[in-house]
């Protein structure tokens, strides 16, 4: 696993729920070391052992908290770059999600050895899209889950969406965009400087 997908679950966790959290996460993973780093690579099982770690602390099923972590990625002010390079996809929710299949293309002109999911858009009309998630890793469509929710409170869209599961060897997401412009979204301007940390 990229250590950026690493060092940005860590920040999630710290964030949310504090440093004693982590202390304690990083005590079970017994690796001699107490934080990630952005550039390195490692090992898959590490990283699975990191979300049932912090899972069982917090009494919480390890798809639940993937799915937050969707939603702080780009709720979070810590995460405001991220946001910025998902906001940069559309001028509305439709436009993002017609760009989402580019994300994974656009993410490596930042970090070139990033892998992140193949992402698959199908309109399947009146407003209902299909999403298919193709990664190696399970888990992401959990996370793509929590991140198109608050993408879609980002946008002001009223949207409804569900993980149906895995077919074909991708996870499944269904999304229903009932309304493009139910409520005003949060302020963005692509041009604004990014003035609070981001996740590294």
């Known amino acids: 696993m990229h250590g950026l997908v690493n060092r940005s679950f860590e920040s999630f966790l710290e964030v949310t729920y504090g440093a004693p959290l ?3 996460v990083v005590e079970d993973l017994d690796t001699g070391f107490d934080s990630f780093e952005a550039v390195l690579h490692y090992d898959d099982a590490l990283s699975y052992q990191m979300l049932e770690s912090a899972s ?3 009494g919480k099923p390890p798809d639940m908290l993937l799915e937050d972590f969707g939603t702080f990625l780009v709720a979070s002010p810590t995460a405001e ?5 998902l906001r940069f996809g559309g001028v509305d929710y439709e436009d993002f999600l017609a760009s989402l299949e580019d994300l994974r293309g656009r993410a490596r002109l ?3 050895d990033l892998d992140l999911p193949q992402i698959e858009v199908g ?4 407003g209902t899209y299909r999403l298919a998630c ?3 890793h399970k888990g992401f469509g ?3 889950l929590g991140l198109l929710r608050a993408l879609a409170d980002d946008y002001g869209a009223l949207v409804l969406i569900d993980y149906e599961g895995e077919s074909g060897g991708a996870e499944i997401l269904t999304i229903q965009l009932a309304d493009a412009e139910f409520a005003e979204g949060r302020e963005f ?3 604004a400087p990014v003035a609070e940390r981001a996740v590294e």
Do not use: M, N, T
């Open 189 to 191: 301007d692509l041009a």
């Open 56 to 58: 069982a602390r917090l």
């Open 110 to 112: 930042a970090v070139p």
């Open 123 to 126: 309109e399947q009309g009146g």
């Open 22 to 24: 982590w202390a304690a």
């Open 142 to 144: 959990h996370v793509y």
């Open 81 to 85: 770059r991220i946001r910025r390079l």
């Open 134 to 136: 193709h990664s190696p």
